[in-house]
């Protein structure tokens, strides 16, 4: 088995039997280059290609191009997906790598995915880091499942503390509350009999900003869902904020109510299950979608980008 450098982070694992992991494995490098990125990859790569199992790559596009080249022929062999469209909202990425398992039954997967790849913005990287805790509560059963995490060094992110007792980590930050809404944002009080008229509003709001007709109707349904939500389990009644930053729509749906599963949104739930399908179809239409909750409190924050 080749040795990834000094470089490479510690393997988080649910457990060992006599030394060997037993159940999901989860690494980190930190990488300064192109070069450094490919000498780092490309041997983990290699290793999971000569040991038959099905290889998933999951990368900003120039980490592909470089990966692809350095590995020659054997490239063909690696399922590669661009990580800034995939997982530009990291809470598609668990569903993501889930579906990879499922379509290797019996087989172990080893994928290569760069979540917290350069480019994004703050609120994005603090939903990256939220996404690479969680993957330790997703996947913990899973003993054959292996997954190496690049971060460039530009980007300033620690990768240790999401690597190593995970659960941890993302349930703090599941339990703390997003940042303050700005003064200068509209605020709108909602109940049941108020959902229509959000929705008018919404549209009016998100028209105004330019948001297309498509992307505004794609908002329109989360946010009715995510409104539903604060009816149904929050207490009856909600607070929805609009705002506009770095280039995104924002509407923040606040409430009384708490959310347990930390995964809500990223495991579909069953058909007959009671609540979670909301946060997942925000999820899916929505460019990024940012959940907490706590004691008191339930805060779905939810961004259309303008252009």
């Known amino acids: 088995m080749a040795d990834y450098a000094v470089r490479v982070l510690r393997s988080s694992a649910t457990g060992s039997l006599d030394g060997v992991p037993t159940g999901f494995q989860h690494g980190a490098f930190v990488y ?18 000569a040991m038959g199992e099905a290889v998933v790559a999951a990368l900003p596009p120039a980490r592909i191009v470089a990966l692809r080249e350095a590995l020659g022929p054997e490239g063909d062999q690696v399922g590669f997906i661009d990580m800034t469209q995939a997982g530009r909202n990291p809470a598609r990425l668990i569903p993501l790598w889930r579906d990879a398992l499922e379509r290797h039954p019996g087989r172990p ?24 805790a969680l993957l330790g509560v997703a996947f913990a059963g899973d003993k054959d ?26 349930e703090k930050a ?31 709001q998100a028209s105004s900003y330019g ?6 109707d794609d ?9 539903t939500n604060s009816i149904r389990f929050g207490g009856g ?32 739930p069953p058909l007959d299950g009671l609540g979670g399908r909301g946060v ?25 980008r303008l252009r």
């Open 32 to 49: 300064g280059s192109d070069e450094e990125f490919v000498r780092l990859a490309t041997p983990f790569v290699r290793d999971g290609l």
């Open 109 to 132: 997967v080893r994928g290569l995915g760069e979540p917290a790849y350069a480019g994004r913005n703050a609120d994005e990287y603090d939903e990256a880091v939220l996404h690479e």
């Open 145 to 170: 499942f292996r997954l190496l995490c690049p971060y460039e060094t530009a980007v300033g992110i620690d990768p240790t503390a999401t690597h190593s007792g995970a659960e941890a980590v993302a």
């Open 174 to 204: 599941f339990r703390t509350a997003l940042s303050d809404v700005p003064d200068r944002a509209e605020r709108w009080e909602f109940g049941l009999a108020d959902l229509g008229h959000v929705r008018q509003w919404v549209n009016a």
């Open 211 to 216: 948001v297309s007709r498509d992307r505004l």
């Open 219 to 227: 908002l329109a349904l989360a946010l009715h869902e995510i409104c």
């Open 237 to 268: 009644r909600g607070t929805l904020t609009v705002w506009v930053a770095d280039g995104s729509l924002i509407c923040d749906v606040a409430d009384h109510g708490r959310i347990d599963d930390l995964l809500v949104g990223r495991v579909l």
């Open 280 to 304: 997942w179809l925000a999820n899916q239409l929505c460019d990024l979608v940012q959940l907490r909750s706590g004691d008191g409190f339930t805060q779905v924050r939810l961004h259309t």
